[in-house]
């Protein structure tokens, strides 16, 4: 199996790490994770690794590298990240259906778990695969993110701890969220009804990432006005932008009307396949209309990604070494890095959409 070589640089001192997270509400904490406090801490940030062009089942990867990868991995993991001074609430959103949503929410919630961060992933597609990737229960009678947004009970009922990652925690879907969307019509503030529930959940938390259905629907509408950040995988694939400027505007009607702070933070390419010359084609027009918003870091096309799923693991327990664990590693190190009020009064429009875009 083939993987690319971290590049040699100078590491640049981070910032010292800060979190209002550190002020536990008066519920206990199911799963208490390390925390650094606040005060003059800092940590060396390594230099950006370049895996974006990897591609596995190399025959040709030298015998022990797979184990080498792993273990560097762990380490960069273990190195920390600074945490941001409130909690980033982070919509995964695309309604084009297998770009990468629930792989990318809870490979990208994993990794920054194990950067140290706390985090919460509620799983709103009623498929539940993010739940299943975790590792956690939701079958029909586990309490779940329907409950909340239906019968108004509050998240810190429903929040499961995620087995082997500390500090990573998931509030499951069910089967019944599939009528979700018509029994919150008749409902008051059906718009906010996830927004509130988070407000009100006690515990602390670094980020909150939200695994929307591939549909504009109210589920994630909520999910719109419940955030702050929109983050979307596009796949490197010949209808990559196909619908994209029906997400955007949805983005923009819900700034306008139900949340100011709403912005497409983060774009993710998936499925990069370094050996075609469509992948590099996708990702340059990408590029070009959306600029710093894309990630450096591109996800590779990884068996070991879709395998991971089948055990009820991310790829970054399932297989570390892997080119597509190093490539979560990276890109959640630089969501960690930006600053999530940089690009917040920029529009999504502004951004010239090819011809044919829908």
């Known amino acids: 199996m083939a993987v690319c070589e971290a590049h040699e640089g100078t590491a640049e001192e981070s910032e010292p ?10 519920m206990a904490d199911p799963v208490p994770g390390p925390r650094t406090e606040s005060g003059d801490v800092s940590r060396e940030t390594p230099p950006p690794m370049d895996v974006s062009s990897g591609y596995e089942g190399d025959p040709s990867a030298p015998v022990g590298r797979a184990a080498q990868q792993a273990v560097e991995a762990m380490t960069r993991a273990g190195e920390g990240l600074p945490r941001p001074e409130q909690t980033r609430v982070m919509v995964v959103a695309n309604q084009k259906g297998g770009v990468g949503k629930t792989t990318t929410t809870v490979n990208l919630a ?51 701890p995620v087995p082997d990652i500390e500090g990573l925690f998931c509030a499951p879907a069910t089967i019944d969220l599939a009528g979700a ?16 529930a988070i407000s009100a959940y006690e515990q602390p938390l670094d980020y909150v990432l939200i695994d929307c259905p591939p549909s504009l629907g109210l589920l994630t509408v ?5 955030g702050a950040e929109v983050v979307i995988p596009i796949q490197c694939e010949y ?15 819900v700034r306008g009307h139900l949340n100011p702070d709403l912005h497409v933070s983060t774009i993710i390419l998936t499925m990069y396949d370094g050996r075609t010359r469509l992948a590099s084609q996708v990702a340059d ?50 969501i960690a890095l930006r600053d999530p009020h940089a690009q917040q009064n920029q529009s999504a429009q502004q951004h010239g959409m090819p011809e044919g875009t829908q």
Not at 239 to 253: C, D, I, K, S, T
């Open 239 to 253: 209808y990559a932008l196909e619908g994209l400027g029906q997400l955007l505007r949805n983005v923009e009607l």
């Open 181 to 196: 969307e018509i029994e919150l019509v008749s409902l008051v503030a059906r718009e906010s009804r996830l927004q509130r």
């Open 285 to 334: 027009e990408v590029r070009t209309h959306f600029g710093k918003e894309v990630l450096r870091t591109n996800i590779p096309r990884s068996v070991r990604i879709s395998e991971a799923p089948s055990y009820g693991q991310t790829v970054l327990t399932y297989d570390p070494g892997s080119s597509g664990s190093l490539s979560y590693l990276e890109a959640a190190r630089e």
């Open 17 to 26: 790490l800060r979190s209002d997270a550190n002020l536990a509400g008066p």
């Open 222 to 226: 909520n999910a719109l006005v419940a």
């Open 110 to 160: 994993a990794s920054l778990a194990l950067h140290g961060a706390r985090v919460l992933v509620i799983d709103l597609d009623p498929q539940g695969n993010a739940s299943t990737a975790l590792g956690v229960d939701h079958h029909s009678e586990v309490p779940s993110i329907y409950d909340v947004l239906v019968d108004s009970k509050p998240l810190s009922d429903v929040v499961q």
